[in-house]
């Protein structure tokens, strides 16, 4: 059997009964391209969670990391002992390390004097711990008392702190507590926190007066650069406390994804939405070959007496999932790509459409319409000759 005889004459079928009706296809067309959006924005969403989950440990500068163990994410830290950061400091492949201190507080806008929540990040300006040039600039002027750095991809419910610099209007209030903002930097919102504030160990102990200087969030650990980050990670566990968590530069990234994807219910919501978009194609797109196959169950069982064999139905069925997926694909991917550029300038978090994600989708889409394929072959054991005629 040649090639034409195999794919061609089914497929060419199978295309002319799904252009018959031109309502029939437009509806079909539609069911697959509303999964498609579906799935292309819950996606979307759960990447768009993801990254905004690693913005922060993206930006710090180290090599492990120390947090508490019953620590279910940075933004949602137990604080531990300094001390235990300090004892870090007698391996010999340790060059440094830096506190940080982390919390949620409430922010005034400048003018209209709403509060807004975001986060605050308190390091020592001597240290080098954030990868941000605007930090690295201005660690000697956030020496001074009161003095804060905030994010400008904060949302805009903060107000245009840019423009209140530049005229002059720097002063506010953080978690009630009077400070001034003396420079800006960029980092960006996540599902956590509308915006960012950078500041030092003792202006954050000022905005948060129960804090102390002994618990910390989070141990920053530098290593030599001639040292193992592994095999430094495998030692410094046997030698602290067993509460505390020693993680790699990736594995705090990882740490922050898996609380946003298995323990926050948002994750759940958007692995929900991606299941249900596939399941209301499949009904879709079943319900569309199931209709074809009973209104031409006369003309499958002619061609059946002429010979033709029951694969060659198979084959008509499954060409017709696959024009679906593709008529229904092309525009799903043009309207979420609009989505997502309407979605990134709303939400202020990176939503990309690169190639995983678009081969991803097909693949999801495609495995729908073949799945409803193989639900509708069923009713092609209904076109038999003898009962025909």
């Known amino acids: 059997m040649n090639w034409v005889d195999w794919f061609y004459f089914p497929a060419r079928l199978a295309w002319r009964q799904l252009i018959f009706d031109r309502t029939k296809l437009s509806a079909a067309i539609c069911g697959v391209l509303f999964a498609c959006v579906l799935v292309f924005m819950q996606l979307g969403f759960k990447d768009s969670l993801h990254a905004s989950a690693a913005l922060a440990p993206v930006k710090l500068n180290g090599d492990l990391f120390l947090m508490h163990r ?35 507080a409430p922010f005034k806008n400048i003018q209209k004097r709403t509060k807004r929540t975001l986060m605050i990040y308190g390091f020592d300006p001597d240290s080098s711990i954030f990868n941000l040039p605007s930090v690295k600039n201005l660690r000697v002027e956030l020496r001074q008392k009161d003095t804060v750095l905030f994010d400008e991809y904060s949302r805009p419910e903060f107000g245009p702190v840019r423009q209140y610099l530049e005229a002059g209007q720097n002063m506010t209030e953080i978690n009630d507590y009077k400070i001034s903002i003396i420079g800006l930097f960029q980092l960006g919102v996540s599902f956590a926190a509308d915006g960012n504030v950078i500041t030092s160990d003792l202006n954050f102990m000022r905005i948060f007066p129960r ?15 001639d040292a193992s980050v592994l095999q430094t990670q495998f030692e410094l566990k046997s030698r602290l406390n067993e509460y505390v968590n020693v993680f790699t530069y990736d594995e705090l990234q990882q740490f922050e994804k898996k609380y946003w994807t298995d323990t926050a219910p948002i994750g759940f919501i958007f692995n929900f939405g991606i299941l249900m978009g596939w399941i209301v194609g499949l009904v879709i797109v079943y319900q569309i070959l199931f209709t074809d196959i009973t209104n031409h169950r006369n003309e499958f069982a002619t ?10 139905f198979v084959r008509v069925v499954f060409a017709s999932a696959f024009f679906l997926t593709i008529l229904g694909f092309i525009p799903g991917y043009l309207l979420s790509s609009g989505l997502y550029y309407l979605a990134e300038s709303q939400m202020f978090m990176p939503m990309p459409m690169n190639l995983g994600k678009v081969l991803t989708v097909f693949a999801c889409i495609l495995s729908m319409c073949f799945m409803a394929g193989v639900l509708a072959i069923r009713k092609l054991k209904d076109a038999n000759p003898a009962d025909m005629f």
């Open 70 to 104: 019953q620590s279910e994410a940075m933004w949602r830290s137990v604080q531990f002992n300094r001390s235990e950061l300090m004892r870090v400091l007698g391996h010999p492949s340790v060059a440094d390390v830096h506190p940080l201190y982390l919390g949620l």
């Open 303 to 312: 061609l059946k007496a002429m010979g033709y064999e029951h694969g060659y």
């Open 211 to 225: 804090r102390k200087h002994e618990g910390i969030d989070m141990g920053v650990i530098k290593l030599h650069p």
